[in-house]
């Protein structure tokens, strides 16, 4: 916002002393009420908002504390940001940034827990993104924001808390390129925004049955890098998706099926895991069935190698445990 | 208002599309033609009191706007054609017009969706210190979605540079307001936002223009936007399509007289001398005759056309070389390096 | 009114919300919970109107609503403790209480969402000649949404028995409805919509309930619907969590203070006598006691919960032996044999 | 409506004398303007009207003469209407029916001609049913009606001019049962909604090349009868789903992915057509490069049996040609 005045930020919340988990601090102080402003809870027009001010000039970035409350704003992001440049013989641009967060759920049961960024895939004309590291949430954003298509920023409420490296000047990550997180050799697992954490944590795990698993990032997931996917497929004949989301035409359907286009000639065996097939449920007993986890995702990368002749499921390790959370927030 | 030049907006639009009519059952326009017929005044009242830079948004039934407000007529017909040529290169329509140089900005064939976006525009206008203004155009129907009052709430809280247009002709499709909304009085409504909301009823264009003309003189002059105007009007036609439809029962041809009678293309035209008229005539004749010959003798758009202009194609960007270490279990394992959420703020 | 039963329901809902309070750091309630302390008389106020039978909506504050309407203390605290002998199974959580044969029909976390929900329940009651009357509440932010606006007119178009309730905490969240809404005058809005609307800023559990038993009653003979309040109120502890947050800075004690004075637990508490007090006070904790104990001592949902009830468990239908003879091209080769409309429109 | 007093049907237009494409004739006379009847243009606050009607007793119809306006009740659909009978623990029933048209766009454009029911099949909660013939439409919809989840019924508006045999008395057709529509073996087709018809003539083509499709209408895309799909390609070896649709995250995706699944031991060659990846454009010239038709489906399936060695596109044939549809409507 700094390098370029036209950049606009609101949403709800957006200035107050929560400031969506720190992520716009002090924004208000810095470029003044009129870029930085929280909202009525209006997400339709809100939505119809930040389209008309992309077109008179302005980059807006719009952002929802919940992925959930974009249903209210489907209309405008399906039937109008997705189709403005079409629709007007490329005459006009619509650069927008929405910035949507998922999260585990912690209790807070069907309405707060979703992630539904397959709607978005499916659509032509948006771009999707769901960085999992501090250098890509940066270098996605900057990018994003510069980007003059619409694009839908997803992001991980568990992730916010991730730390590693990040360059302190402006830089960006160019859409439509993976990452390989580790590699190896029997088996390609692609994991999903937080899913990603627990990818790696996974072929940790495997690492003790000597199984090497190739990690991939896809980081966009429109653009989507098949090519570096099923690069690894090719030589490891075994996918496994692991997604933050419900399976059924899902991330991981679509990636699977391209990787399959892709690869026509080899025999791939294939695998996809995400949400359970339900609404998610508050109980701790039934929240922790609902998502999968290192050790599940392990154990189905396992089977794939193994043809599931037999069947393994790693002990927990405290090295490898997964992050405290706890609410509210 | 220059009354010749008000003649000749409303008579340019009704030839068009009665053009457009005549045209329509040799099937050359693939495209279904929601027509302006009979309400044509609103728009050139409306659009008189704007200057170029000033923007407009409409709906799925807007060639009136879009010539009124200056739209390319021949980039509409091979629009309508389905033409290379035309407004939109022949992805939109005709519910999609579009003419960005005119400040005719874009429309929507799902109702009420561009209220919002011209909110959205004025603001952006009102950001950047542009000295322009918006007016946004929509149905009687428009007023029953959410969206509309959402925006109303908006354009108030922000007092955005922008005039609203209802253009009420009493229907939506074949549902009339009264089976919508009960002793509804619409300016009630949206006055109660604080918004001054002014319900015309004549139809007549230079009333309609007097009053816009002040909203627009006002929001020019600094004062706090928005306004709101209420514009009573008729369709002639059908809702969608060519033909008359005074036999399918859900409205009455006696209903029409009164608005037919009250003709403003007819009414403005009595008011010019025969020659001065004849002249006007003369000349949207000849420019329409063109359009349509444009529109006919120009290509449909070729094969590569289908997937270009759904993303700005650009050029790749250059490879990334960053390679994250696997910091798996790293959430509290800070060396100074920031967590996501600080990563997410500096990008902001 | 009962004074000692309006007390009772008054001091009960206090102590549930603060019991719930005190066990939130134990983390044995692993559920967001968005306390309703302050704002309990307009739950038991409107609830002490409607009989077995009417239906409320709330929303994912709606610990009040639920207790005031008559929902089981024992099956709220086990769903709050996600146990399977909650009042959803464990499958609501505190945003999602339900309590089917009290009428507590459902909340949602989505703001503004049930209000739709309750005008539809109650076209349903009329369209069976039932006898009875919904209420919807929501907070001040839902009136910010199209949704509300929308459920306003066709509420008012189909007359429906219900009384909208409007709680004006004065927030959504952090953000005071000023900074929503520009000279926002919520009973204009509504009453534009012909819809009588009242509002009412003593807080006073006796005075809503005047107004809102006034309604009922003109519900019941017959009247149309809907009436319309608006009840001021005050949310005295963070929008979410157990803890206070006048030192956040978004709003200060002091403007609490007025509200705290005139707190409606004591004032009520005070209309009684000593004796008669402590016995509806005994009587509470040993009821909130037990019900603690129950969540405690009840079961997880096991394994087998996680995908059932999310369809109908139903038995296989019988196999059906229907053929297509591959009617290809047969748009137009009917030999009487309906076309796909007709079907529709026999299958309706 | 006749057997049963509590359904009941509205919807915009459904009351005037189009009577959404004679589908609605006659209904207010015989049932009263109470149950059924005309609403304003607030497509999100009536969805939720469905709903508290649904809870109060009624099982309503709600028709929509588009698809693309379901984008404005997706908060309610996806975050009420799925999610009720969970958020219940099971308590109540949503017993609702939302009948949605999709077309062949004929000039419309953009914001008119979008099929989007993959959004349905991603959310669990709801049903999908979408027929293709006479007989499925009147079974599948009193399947619906009589259903107590809520049922998205989707419409190809060019089918309901499809002629074909339908008993007069009521009768159901069962969810989660596709229909083989001719048997082949050497490419399974799934043809989904009005692609059907296209499957059907392509696999007339196809036997001019002496190869024999086996076609598959799958009816409801939730429940899907994957076993009938599972089973005919493990039969023929080949996959080709044609859908009415975008292809990322899509029914194409889901279905093959599912396959897959079902069908781990062998190599299968898998393809999938629907529109092309782009906004509907209305110029005659790009509309017609939008859709999979009859011949380029026979192509593609060509492609998927002789390996891509040799390609090959029927020519036009006057008994297979495309029905006539002309607007407006
Ligand atoms: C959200 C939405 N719902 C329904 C429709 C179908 N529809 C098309 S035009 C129309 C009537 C709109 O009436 P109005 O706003 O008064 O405009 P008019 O056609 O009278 O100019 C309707 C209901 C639509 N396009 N969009
Ligand atoms: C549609 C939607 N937008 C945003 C949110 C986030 N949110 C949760 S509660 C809330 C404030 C609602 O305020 P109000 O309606 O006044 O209810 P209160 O919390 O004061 O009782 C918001 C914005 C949401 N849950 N739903
Ligand atoms: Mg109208
Ligand atoms: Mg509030």
Redesign the interface.
Known sequence: ?GADP????FG??VD???AI?????G?VEKYGR??VF?????????????????????R??HVHIRM??L??A???????A????????????LPMVV?AMIGKS???????S?S?Y??F?????L?VVA?T???????C???A?R???PVMYV?HRL????????P?E?F????G?A?I??AGDDVTLVGISYMQ?EC??AS?YLLETGISAEVI?PIWL?PLDIDTIAESVRKTGRLLVVDND?L???????I??QV??QV?D??I????MGF????C??????EE??YPNARTVAARAFDLVRDNAVTWIPEERA???E?EF???? | MNIKKVYRELFRIRRVEEEIARIYPSDKIKSPVHLSIGQEAVSVAVCEALVPGDIVFGTYRSHALYLAKGGDLRAMFAEMYGKVTGCARGKGGSMHLVDIPAGFMGTSAVVGTTIANAVGYAYGLKLQSKPHIVASFFGDGAVDEGAFYESLNFAHLKQVPLIFICENNGYAIHTPQSARQRDVNLCDRVGAYGIPATRIESGDVFEIHRHVQEAADALRSGQPGPFFFECLTYRWKEHVGPNDDFDAGYRSREEAQAWMANDQVRLAGEKLSDPERMEVEQNVEAEIAAAIAFAENSSFPGASELTTDVYEESEQDGPDDFVWRGDTGGHGSGDGRGPIRDAIWSGC
Chains 1, 4 share one sequence.
């Open positions: 916002m036209s950049v606009m930020l709800l919340d107050d002393h929560k988990i720190g992520t716009t601090r924004l009129e870029r929280g909202t009525p809870l209006s997400e339709d027009a809100m939505t119809g908002v930040a389209i008309g001010a992309a077109l008179s000039g302005i807006p970035i959930d409350f249903m209210l489907m209309n405008q992001l399906v039937n109008v997705a189709k403005s440049r079409y629709m007007f013989g490329g005459q006009e641009s910035r912690w209790g807070q049961g069907a309405q707060h979703q539904l397959s709607f895939m499916h659509v032509p004309g771009k960085p590291t501090p250098y890509d949430a940066k270098g954003l900057i990018s924001i980007d003059n298509d992001e992730l916010h808390y991730q730390k590693g490296p990040v302190t402006p960006t990550v160019p859409a390129k990452r997180t580790n954490v790696l944590r940790k990032d429109n419900w059924s035409c899902g991330a991981g359907a679509e699977i099926t399959l286009e026509p080899r025999h065996q294939v695998g996809r359970a097939q339900c609404t449920p508050p109980a701790p007993s039934l069935l609902f090295d490898l445990q992050v706890k609410g509210p927030f």
